[in-house]
């Protein structure tokens, strides 16, 4: 029997986004990182694989900062790129306030 996970997400998900060339590899290998830092903590156990890989996505090309030459990698516009990706929805969470 064989699981899903996260890694295995990233090439159908690199497909779809308008990525240039050059950047590929480095934007794959960062979301890869991503993905093994997410393994390391255990509140993120309960996220589904298609979650990690698209976060770890998201913060590899927003790290990268490759929405300096594409505005559709804007952090709004990928945001919602990746949802219509993967079929899910875009749910705006607003930080915990402490008090």
């Not at 934007?27 to 997410?38: D, E, G, M, P, Q």
């Not at 156990?45 to 804007?74: E, K, V, W, Y």
């Amino acid at each position: 029997m064989a699981s899903v996970i996260p890694n295995d997400f990233i090439e159908h998900i690199m497909r779809r986004l308008p990525l240039p060339k050059d950047k590929q590899a480095m934007v794959r290998k960062h979301s890869l990182t991503f993905i093994a830092l997410c393994a390391t903590d255990d509140r993120l156990a309960m996220n589904p694989p298609s979650m990690i890989a698209t976060g770890s996505m998201a913060a590899a090309i927003c790290g990268l900062q490759l929405d300096h030459n594409d505005q559709r990698l804007s952090r709004d516009d990928l945001m919602d790129l990746l949802a219509k990706i993967t079929s899910t929805e875009v749910v705006s969470v607003a930080p915990k306030q402490q008090f």
